[in-house]
Each structure stands twice: as C-alpha cells, then as structure tokens.
C-alpha cells in the first residue's frame, strides 16, 4: 500500500470518527451483525446421527423431572437409570430419524442442538414401527416395574399439545441442546432461525409443545409460546407439573 493511499484511509477514519451521526450508525451496525450472526449451522437429521442425538438427549434429560422425579428411585445407581433413558430416548428417536422430523445445529462439527417435530396429520406411529425400532429391549422393565403405566402417563403428558385441530399444527416433540452449549442461547436460536422458519414453509399455522419445568416455561414464554394448559401428573405419590404451550404463526 502506498503512501497516498494509507494517508487517504487514515483521513476518512478521521471523518467517519468526527461525525456523531456515522459514529452512532457504526455502532448500531456492529450491533446488527452481532445479533444476526448465527451461531450454529442447522441440517436435517438423519438415520446416522441416531447415536449422537440419544447421547445428547440423555445429558439433557437426565435430571428432568418427568424421568428422574419418577424413575430414579427404581434403579440401584445413576448408571443403571442413564442406560434404560438413554434406551428409551433411542427407541423413540429411532422412530422419529426414519421418518426424517427433525433438524440438528451443529457447531465445530458437533451436534450441539436437536428439534424433532410432526404434524399433527401425520400417521401416528405403529406398535409395529417401535418394534422396529427395538422396543422388545425394554421387555425386562415392564416386568421390573409397571413400565406400560408409565407410558401411559406420558401420553396424558402429551395429550392437550397433539389433541387434533382445526388449525394446520404442529407438535414441536423434542428440543434439546448440549449441556456443555447450555446458556448460549443455542435453543432460541434454533426455534426462531430453524424450528419456525422450516415449519412455516409447510403452511403450518400453529405450533404446539408440552414442558414439565418452570425455567422451560420461562424460556418458550420469552419465545412467543403461551400457556394453554396446565396439569399434575400423578405417579403414585409422586407428583409431576406439566405444561402444554401454543404459538400461532
């Protein structure tokens, strides 16, 4: 660079700095890119990434009450309650990858965040379909424990967010994120920049989803979701919140 050119640069620096309405103007641009910079890359999952999804998910869920508040108690140790979630969350996924509903966010090659979804239209899953998937593994807890009463409850759990509608919905089933990534607002920026702009393509109007902690409620709040129920779950004596959101598109 020569030295005319490196003298010019410097007195439009001057100028840009000495003007308040360019200075104000820069800032405000500085601070555009910084929210409209992405912070992960969003794809669609697949039947590959059925491992890394569960593992994920198993991080996630580990403590969340709707599991650990009612299983726990029956397994000896951590690990043994870790392997039969994270096989329950692979039987399920299993099932959820084949039929191509969801997207990852990737980061450094890693999968850091996951959003599974149906429409409300969709064929609902086949017994055939879970056995599929591997369900036959978790002959050994129906017998240990009443296993087919606990997924019952969990269909009551979903049942306000899937009950049918008039309106074109969709079930938002799964959204997770990395705990290691927890706190980067990964999981708002993968509802407003993949989750809804990939479900308004398909002329969806309303979204739906069910949660069982408040700091969730919080978070789908600040995301556009409103209440639109709200129930105890009872298992035996214990006792599980849960909370069915809606937003319209």
């Known amino acids: 660079m020569s030295y005319q050119s490196s003298s010019q640069i410097k007195k439009i620096r001057i100028a840009i700095f000495s003007n308040p309405f360019l200075v104000r103007l820069k800032v405000f641009y500085v601070i555009y890119c910084i929210r409209r910079k992405q912070l992960a890359e969003y794809r669609k999952t697949t039947i590959e990434d059925l491992e890394e999804i569960a593992e994920l998910e198993t991080e996630a ?15 000896k ?10 096989l329950i969350l692979m039987i399920e996924l299993t099932v959820d990858l084949k039929r191509g509903n969801g997207y990852v966010g990737v980061v450094n090659d890693e999968i850091v965040s996951v959003a599974l979804f ?6 609902k899953i086949s017994m055939l379909e ?19 009463s606990y997924l019952k409850k969990m269909d009551q759990a979903e049942s306000k967010s899937v009950e049918f509608s008039e309106i074109n919905t969709y079930y938002l089933s799964i959204l997770a994120v990395n705990p290691k990534y927890q706190d980067r607002h990964l999981g708002s920026e993968m509802i ?43 298992f035996g004596h214990k006792v599980v919140k849960n909370w069915s959101f809606q937003r319209l598109l």
């Open 192 to 234: 407003q920049k993949c989750v809804l702009p990939s479900i308004k393509q398909n002329g969806v109007r309303r979204v739906t989803l069910m949660t069982n902690t408040k700091p969730n409620c919080y978070f789908y709040e600040k995301n556009g979701f409103s209440v639109a129920s709200h129930i105890q779950l009872q």
């Open 130 to 148: 879970y056995f599929q998937a591997g369900a036959t593994r978790l002959l050994p807890y129906f017998i240990r424990f009443n296993l087919w």
């Open 118 to 123: 149906h429409s409300l239209d969709d064929k």
């Open 61 to 75: 869920f580990f403590d969340y009450p709707l599991y650990w508040d009612v299983l726990r108690k029956k397994f």
């Open 77 to 86: 140790n951590n690990a043994e309650y870790r392997k039969f979630l994270k």
